[in-house]
């Protein structure tokens, strides 16, 4: 079957203006989670959702980044008024609800904010 | 807090072992998941670890020893195409699921 989807590949956007990131999981996987990956730099965890439980929003970094699932299917990152800080490789993964440790990853959009 | 610590870069020549290790600090702990990411790559799940001891998937073997608070990935008969950077990830307590990922081991492969 198909992986893990994101779209788009690349996005470049000025400062300030608002993004929306997409992840497709694989089918069946209940668990979604996205990361932010800065150049060189490990994985930073920003929010998780469990089919309908309430998601685990603990890594968001501030109130301009929101994401939204519905049931187990497509998931959207938004961030809003973007900043250069913002600059990174946004990855979203999925997995079976009891294979956290094992987690499938898509290719990641690369957000560039000038 | 939450911690995990792994070296920054290991160099090896074709054929040679390699051991990564990594410590780690956390609240709460229900395993250690390794990942390989290439250059401009997804990471791509290696292993994950558990409960104590050796796990073995072809040339690649991960270890964890809990009371240790500490596990490390063995890669045998090294191949140029195992240049990449390898992440370990600790499953904490603070999220049935949610993975906390080391700043990563960045491995050159030389003939």
């Known amino acids: 079957g198909a992986g893990v989807s994101q779209s788009p590949s690349n996005k470049v956007t000025e400062k300030g203006k608002d993004v929306e990131l997409r992840c497709d999981p694989i089918?069946?996987?209940?668990?979604l989670y996205w990361y932010r990956q800065r150049l060189g730099q490990g994985l930073e965890f920003l929010i998780y959702?469990?089919?309908?439980?309430?998601?685990?929003k603990s890594g968001l970094p501030s109130d301009r980044f929101s994401a939204e699932r519905t049931g187990e299917s497509v998931s959207t990152l938004t961030i809003q008024r973007t900043q250069q800080e913002d600059s990174a490789v946004y990855l979203c993964?999925?997995?079976?609800?009891?294979?956290?440790?094992?987690?499938?990853f898509g290719p990641g959009t690369r957000l560039t904010v000038t | 807090g939450q911690s995990l610590e792994q070296p920054s870069e290991v160099t090896a020549v074709e054929g040679a072992i390699v051991q990564i290790n990594c410590t780690y600090q956390?609240?709460?702990?229900?395993?250690l998941s390794w990942y390989q990411q290439h250059d401009g790559g997804a990471p791509t799940f290696l292993s994950y670890?558990?409960?104590?001891g050796l796990e073995e998937t072809g040339r690649f073997s991960s270890f964890l020893s809990r009371s240790d608070s500490y596990g490390y990935l063995l890669l045998q008969e090294l191949q140029m195409k195992d240049s990449a950077s390898y992440f370990c990830?600790?499953?904490?307590?603070?999220?049935?699921?949610?993975?906390?990922f080391g700043a990563g081991t960045r491995l050159a492969v030389h003939p």
């Open positions: 670890n558990a409960l104590d």
């Open positions: 993964a999925s997995s079976p609800r009891d294979l956290g440790g094992e987690q499938y």
């Open positions: 089918s069946g996987h209940t668990a």
């Open positions: 990830a600790v499953r904490d307590s603070s999220g049935y699921n949610k993975l906390i």
């Open positions: 956390t609240s709460g702990f229900y395993g």
């Open positions: 959702f469990q089919g309908n439980s309430a998601p685990d």
